[in-house]
């Protein structure tokens, strides 16, 4: 993975990427990788009554500049959260833009045995997309009953300091109980210990091109 350039990170919602792999994300960055974030929810429909409908698309904007995406690096859609298996085919022709636009090295999407209707649409559609592309799943736990840990990025105090700053961003997301840094925290720890690491964030191995 390391030895890759350019990365894609396709997030179903917004805040999905900074959860699945903030602290990979910050680490990659801090390495000089190039990385790009696909966002095809703005979740408007998920906010709560008297926010703004572009709530979620400032917040992502300033968790990913805490991480260190410039933000041309930034790709949002807005699509109906839930909704994407009716939208589909003009998801994957999305991706298929992405793909010409950036062809990434190395893709990170939600992983094979995520629950989430609109996490498997984007799952699948970016299996099409990125044939060519070494891909990672990422978890997101409560979404998974079970995750095929078969890939470990190691992180730093640094990298996990940065991803819970990041996900404080999404003041108006707050209340869930995914975004408690003791849960972020430990689940970095348990990782770490798996591998007789400090902190790590697991991956789904995909596919892996050389």
């Not at 993975?1 to 997030?11: E, G, P, S, Y």
């Amino acid at each position: 993975m390391i030895d890759k350039n350019r990365f894609l990170i396709l997030a179903p919602h917004t805040d999905d990427g900074e959860l699945g792999l903030g602290g990979s994300i910050s680490r990659l960055l801090s390495e000089r990788k190039e990385i790009y974030y696909a966002a095809f929810s703005l979740c408007k429909r998920s906010l709560e009554p008297g926010l703004a409908p572009d709530t979620l698309e400032k917040e992502l904007k300033a968790a990913t500049k805490i991480l260190g995406i410039p933000q041309q690096n930034l790709r949002l859609f807005d699509y109906d959260v839930r909704h994407f298996s009716t939208y589909r085919q003009n998801i994957l022709e999305d991706m298929v833009v992405l793909k010409r636009e950036l062809n990434p090295d190395v893709v990170f999407l939600p992983c094979s045995s995520d629950l989430h209707q609109d996490h498997q649409v984007i799952h699948n559609e970016g299996l099409r997309a990125f044939k060519d592309a070494t891909i990672f799943g990422y978890e997101l736990p409560w979404n998974n009953l079970n995750f095929q840990t078969n890939c470990f990025l190691k992180l730093s105090e640094e990298n996990i300091q940065k991803k819970m700053e990041a996900l404080k961003e999404y003041k108006s997301q707050s209340h869930r109980a995914y975004l408690n840094e003791a849960f972020i925290r430990g689940l970095a720890t348990a990782r770490g210990v798996q591998i007789g690491a400090e902190f790590a964030e697991a991956f789904e191995v995909i596919k892996v091109i050389y």
